[in-house]
């Protein structure tokens, strides 16, 4: 890890206290990487432009999860969201909804991502 990717690494946790380890370019999260928030939600997967991108797998602080395709942050494409309750949605994801197979969205934004 270079100099300024260290720099921006420590400057990212001071002030938004999170940690993040992985690649960079151009001071942003890009390629693989894990971020943690200060609230306990881990991202482990690619990133582009500093935002979720690629495949990946999304653990919030209470045990909810999303593995699947992400897009500018957001699910998008296959995955499986798994609710803390044991409820699963498996399918096709757009901008954060669930689609699924039958073409009914299910807006699950409230989740946070």
């Known amino acids: ?3 300024f990717s ?3 690494s420590f400057f990212s946790w001071l002030f938004r206290r999170e940690k993040y380890q992985g690649e960079f370019k151009d001071n942003k999260y890009n390629g693989k990487g894990t971020q943690t928030s200060k609230d306990g939600d881990k991202y482990v997967g690619e990133f582009k432009d500093g935002k979720y991108n690629g ?3 999304l653990i919030d602080e209470d045990g909810t999860k999303y593995e699947g395709k992400f897009k500018d942050g957001d699910y998008n494409g296959q995955g499986t969201l798994t609710l ?3 409820t699963k949605y ?3 994801f ?3 909804e669930f689609i ?3 073409g009914n969205k299910s807006n699950l934004k409230e989740w946070p991502k």
């Open 1 to 3: 890890m270079s100099f």
């Open 6 to 8: 260290k720099l921006f």
């Open 55 to 57: 495949q990946g797998t």
């Open 84 to 86: 803390k309750d044991g």
């Open 90 to 92: 498996v399918g096709e």
């Open 94 to 96: 757009k901008d954060g």
């Open 100 to 102: 699924g197979e039958s």
